[in-house]
């Protein structure tokens, strides 16, 4: 960490938290630059309640070149909404490496899961973040297209009840109890 609470990422690139205003000004000069994606767009917008927001600028030798948007989806829940980089800085490994400051910043927020949505055909973060430990917990369609939806739990326990859920283990100590089910024999005995 170095000051302010900016993360050195290496190679001249720095993770910075920034002012909401800030995000939206640096997302509207080059969401263009960014996204080659074809989004739905909707007439009007609906009116939404205020929720809490964390948003940094990812910049490289003092430019800016990137940013992260997340906000709250629930009480024990962040979701991601938003992260981009400008097409001269991808492929360096800079989304990996801002993936730990991010998930230490949520998790001292106070979150218990991380939740993101991302084209299901986008390898560039799908891979990083399965790697980082984010699980797939299905698909959906939406106004984007198709979106691989992901979670990341800080609760060991949560974690394997839903590996449990997803038929990727055999329900046993903490999950098994949290999921209300009976231990597996091998647990009754002493």
Do not use: C
């Amino acid at each position: 960490m170095t000051t302010a609470g900016a993360v050195d990422l290496g190679g001249g690139y720095t993770l910075r938290p920034a002012p909401l205003e800030a995000y939206l000004a640096v997302y509207a000069r080059h969401e263009q630059d960014v996204f080659q994606t074809w989004s739905y767009q909707w007439d009007a917008s609906v009116p939404t309640l205020p929720v809490p927001t964390l948003t940094w600028l990812v910049e490289h030798e003092g430019d800016v070149v990137g940013w992260h948007y997340a906000r709250a989806w629930d009480g024990r829940t962040v979701y991601m909404v938003n992260t981009g980089l400008l097409p001269a800085h991808r492929g360096r490994g800079v989304y990996t490496r801002m993936l730990p400051p991010l998930l230490d910043a949520f998790r001292a927020g106070g979150y218990t899961l991380v939740r993101s949505h991302h084209h299901a055909t986008n390898n560039a973060i799908l891979i990083p973040k399965l790697r980082a430990g984010f699980v797939i917990q299905g698909l959906e369609m939406d106004h984007h297209g198709l979106m691989a939806v992901l979670m990341y739990s800080f609760d060991d326990a949560y974690r394997a009840a839903m590996s449990v859920r997803a038929g990727h283990a055999r329900p046993s100590g903490e999950a098994a109890r949290r999921l209300g089910l009976h231990p597996t024999p091998q647990e009754d005995t002493p």
